[in-house]
């Protein structure tokens, strides 16, 4: 990490914008590390510089042209077919960053959740489908279809249980973690949504989850 860096960190810790720190680490060719750092400074609910950081995800990914116009037109009309036209010349080494960009830009223009989720969760998954599942924008069945034949299937199961949470279906949300804890050996898949849970879970709904077997992790 350069001295400027550890500058500009401070400043944005100290109630700065992180978007001169990104611009720093675009200009010194550290794309992962400035959409990362975007990501992290726009899930804060005071986000200096908003929109001006969700273009560098952009600039990030390499997003060509008409891109931001594209992803307006498919959220008014999605479907599995339109994203792999979307998708299907996105070069390999920016895959990624665009994949996670277009996530979550789609989720901000309203995007359907359903839809969303079976596209993004084509070719496996990343954070920001944590993020779209606690959005309460998709069905709980959705996720349990998609992890239906998966080895991860607890993760998936979890993941359905926090789309059930915070629909406030409360008998869904232990029923599907119930299960997910039902294979000690692949158990641990679920503790990452098992654990959003149990923190924003009343005392009510951790006694349930506790009667079922479901761990504090």
Same mark, same amino acid.
């Given at each position: 990490?350069?001295?400027?860096d550890r500058f500009l960190i401070?400043?944005?810790?100290?109630?700065?914008?992180?978007?001169?720190l990104v611009r720093q680490l675009?200009?010194?060719?550290?794309?992962?590390?400035?959409?990362?750092?975007?990501?992290?400074?726009?899930?804060?609910?005071?986000?200096?510089?908003?929109?001006?950081?969700?273009?560098?995800?952009?600039?990030?990914?390499?997003?060509?042209?008409?891109?931001?116009?594209?992803?307006?037109?498919?959220?008014?009309?999605?479907?599995?077919?339109?994203?792999?036209?979307?998708?299907?010349? &996105?070069?390999?080494? &920016?895959?990624?960053?665009?994949?996670?960009?277009? &996530?979550?830009?789609?989720?901000?223009?309203?995007?359907?959740?359903?839809?969303?989720?079976?596209?993004?969760?084509?070719?496996?998954?990343?954070?920001? #489908?944590?993020?779209?599942?606690?959005?309460?924008?998709?069905?709980?069945?959705?996720?349990?279809?998609?992890?239906s034949e998966s080895p991860a299937?607890?993760?998936?199961?979890?993941?359905?249980?926090?789309?059930?949470?915070?629909?406030?279906?409360?008998?869904?949300?232990?029923?599907?973690?119930?299960?997910?804890?039902?294979?000690?050996?692949?158990?641990?898949?679920?503790?990452?949504?098992?654990?959003?849970?149990?923190?924003?879970?009343?005392?009510?709904?951790?006694?349930?989850?506790?009667?079922?077997? #479901?761990?504090? #992790?």
């Open positions: 990490m350069r001295p400027d401070r400043r944005w810790f100290n109630g700065g914008s992180a978007l001169p675009l200009e010194d060719s550290r794309s992962d590390e400035a959409a990362m750092t975007a990501r992290l400074a726009l899930h804060m609910d005071d986000c200096p510089d908003r929109e001006a950081l969700e273009a560098t995800l952009l600039e990030s990914s390499c997003a060509p042209e008409g891109w931001l116009e594209a992803l307006e037109i498919f959220a008014q009309s999605p479907s599995e077919e339109r994203w792999q036209d979307l998708m299907r010349f &996105v070069p390999e080494d &920016v895959f990624y960053q665009r994949l996670r960009n277009t &996530v979550m830009l789609l989720m901000k223009l309203g995007c359907d959740g359903n839809i969303l989720f079976r596209c993004a969760t084509r070719l496996g998954i990343t954070s920001d #489908v944590f993020d779209l599942a606690a959005s309460g924008t998709v069905d709980p069945d959705v996720i349990v279809e998609r992890g299937r607890a993760m998936w199961l979890a993941l359905a249980a926090h789309a059930s949470f915070v629909r406030g279906d409360r008998w869904n949300t232990v029923r599907l973690l119930r299960e997910a804890f039902s294979d000690e050996e692949t158990a641990f898949l679920a503790w990452a949504s098992t654990s959003e849970i149990r923190l924003e879970a009343d005392d009510s709904l951790n006694d349930e989850l506790d009667k079922v077997g #479901v761990p504090r #992790v």
